[in-house]
């Protein structure tokens, strides 16, 4: 059974940091890019960042770009989310999802919810002061 299983939420206030972790389970690890997408209250899901199959390159939303950071460990079958010098707008439901299996499952094609077949149950992150 394919899972991933995020934590690392929290409330912080303005200006600061957490780090969001993604385990996942039952699936190649190695094998897909992995997404983090995030919902704001009454919002739809909102794409923040992609890292290919071999981490070798990393995608951005123009929102999060120079704040966060994702990388992964392919020998933990885990990826991360630092995300620093936080701001209010960045409170939502932080979702780790896997690329959908096909031709492209190995990069970072898309920034639409659709494109990923798997979902975590979504970890809260809170910036207030």
């Known amino acids: 059974q394919v899972q991933l299983v995020e934590s690392g939420g929290g409330l912080v206030q303005p200006g600061g940091s957490l780090k969001l972790s993604c385990a996942t389970a039952?699936?190649?690890?190695?094998?897909?890019?992995i997404a983090w997408f995030r919902q704001a209250p009454g919002k739809g899901y909102k794409y923040v960042s992609c890292?290919?199959?071999?981490?070798?390159?990393?995608y951005y939303s123009n929102s999060v770009k120079g704040r966060f950071t994702i990388s992964r460990n392919n020998a933990e079958d885990t990826v991360y989310l630092l995300m620093n010098n936080l701001r209010p707008n960045d409170t939502a439901v932080y979702y780790c999802v896997r690329r959908s299996r096909g031709p492209f499952q190995r990069v970072c094609v898309a920034d639409n919810p659709y494109e990923y077949d798997t979902w975590g149950q979504g970890t809260q992150v809170a910036i207030s002061s």
């Open positions: 890292i290919t199959s071999d981490a070798g390159e990393t």
């Open positions: 039952g699936f190649t690890f190695e094998e897909y890019a």
